[in-house]
């Protein structure tokens, strides 16, 4: 499928726009004590990520584990309740919503999970798996719509309808990762937050359903969050990738501009880490280091929040917060080097 450029800034509104974050924040409490409670700290999941998504684009999401990826895409979805910030679905404000307006909005907002092991009822027939969400917003109209709406996302996602009889532990994790697309398909949405959607896979199957999300991509007119920590994935899926960092995003751009360009210490060293094929090329590489590991975003550094691991690190990087600056056409970064 062809790729096409992002066009916009993080925070600038455009008319393509399905998706919008605006400085979102989501802390966490944390608390010592087992009878009087006290509130020691916050753990700083997310705090002021902004980014937009266009309809029909796929936006990479990467970073090490703990960097807060999942739970910005859990914040859109509003499965995790913002502590501050705004989000934007379809030029409407969505921060807060619940109850019925958010079950609402969820016909046109989906989830695909990582583990397609744990995120199957194992004691419902596939056939009810898929059609649940059907049966709950009273899209159905009698068993045998019911039973055709299953039959056709089943063959969708290039599985036979006989499998609705089965249940979860049937299936091999393809397969299973199949049914759960079928699931998110089900409500016909809009959106689709792809939350590391194969790292649980086997390698021989992850191009497979890899495939099948960008088939069903553009099939449907479908707009991506594709959540992953794989670099090379992401290039290959993603139309813009964003680079998260300890609940911030320091860099974003266009795919091919990203791995060509990267600006940001943090996306050299993530780079730098994906092997070549070539086994010549490969040795002549030279691969960046990254010294201990990311810290916790309960005591986040002072300052530039990646400098204790920054090989480019100055004085005033341990004081100074960075800022987002549009480097290039579309290309932004937030890192001390650029600041003028």
Do not use: W
Not at 190 to 208: K, N, R, T, W, Y
Not at 212 to 233: R, S
Not at 297 to 324: D, I, T, V
């Amino acid at each position: 499928m062809k790729k096409r450029a992002g066009s916009m800034s993080p925070n600038k509104p455009g008319s393509q726009e399905l998706v919008a974050v605006r400085d979102l924040k989501v802390h966490f409490p944390v608390h010592q004590g087992a009878v009087f409670r006290k509130k020691i700290g916050d753990v700083k999941a997310v705090d002021g990520v902004s980014f937009h998504i266009d309809t029909g684009e796929t936006l990479g999401l990467v970073g090490e584990s703990g960097s807060g990826k999942t739970t910005t895409g859990q914040a859109i979805m509003l499965l995790e309740p913002a502590t501050g910030g705004k989000i934007f679905f379809e030029a409407r404000e969505i921060t807060g919503l619940d109850g019925k307006k958010a079950r609402l909005l969820r016909r046109r907002m989906q989830l695909i999970y990582q583990d397609p092991f744990s995120s199957l009822n194992p004691r419902m027939k596939i056939g009810r798996i898929i059609s649940e969400p059907l049966v709950i917003h009273g899209m159905v109209n009698g068993e045998k719509d019911r039973q055709a709406q299953v039959d056709e996302l089943l063959e969708t996602v290039g599985l036979s309808p006989a499998m609705a009889k089965r249940y979860p532990h049937e299936f091999s994790g393809g397969q299973r990762q199949r049914i759960g697309i079928a699931r998110a398909l089900s409500l016909k949405p809009g959106f689709i937050v792809c939350d590391e959607p194969v790292s649980a896979l086997d390698v021989s199957i992850q191009a497979q359903i890899i495939n099948l999300i960008e088939e069903i991509q553009e099939k449907f007119n479908l707009t991506y969050l594709f959540i992953a920590h794989d670099l090379a994935l992401v290039r290959y899926i993603s139309n813009r990738i964003a680079v998260m960092y300890l609940g911030k995003i320091v860099e974003i751009a266009d795919r091919l501009e990203l791995y060509r360009h990267p600006l940001h210490p943090y996306t050299q060293a993530l780079l730098s880490a994906i092997p070549i094929p070539n086994p010549i090329l490969e040795a002549q590489r030279k691969h960046i280091q990254l010294h201990g590991e990311i810290p916790s975003p309960l005591n986040p550094p002072s300052g530039c929040l990646f400098h204790p691991r920054c090989r480019h690190a100055k004085k005033e990087c341990a004081h100074l917060q960075p800022q987002m600056r549009e480097i290039a056409p579309d290309h932004f970064v937030s890192c001390t080097l650029f600041d003028s």
